[in-house]
């Protein structure tokens, strides 16, 4: 929840961040996003969810 508290308060403050974000599984996965673009925030339970989604936790890729 730590994570959800930075990214929150980042959407905020009334001035852009960027924001780092590191895989759980791969920490060589990272993706930087600019906390003004931010338009929601899902949080999950890792363990339950992404069985239940069909897809393993992480970043998905995405196709250039």
């Not at 929150?8 to 996003?33: F, H, W």
């Amino acid at each position: 929840m730590a994570l959800y508290g930075q990214i929150l308060a980042a959407m905020g403050s009334g001035s852009p961040q960027i924001l780092e974000l590191t895989c759980d599984r791969n920490p060589d996965k990272k993706i930087a996003v600019l906390s003004s673009e931010i338009c929601a925030v899902q949080v999950s339970d890792k363990s339950n969810s992404a069985a239940a989604a069909g897809r393993p936790p992480g970043f998905a890729a995405l196709a250039g």
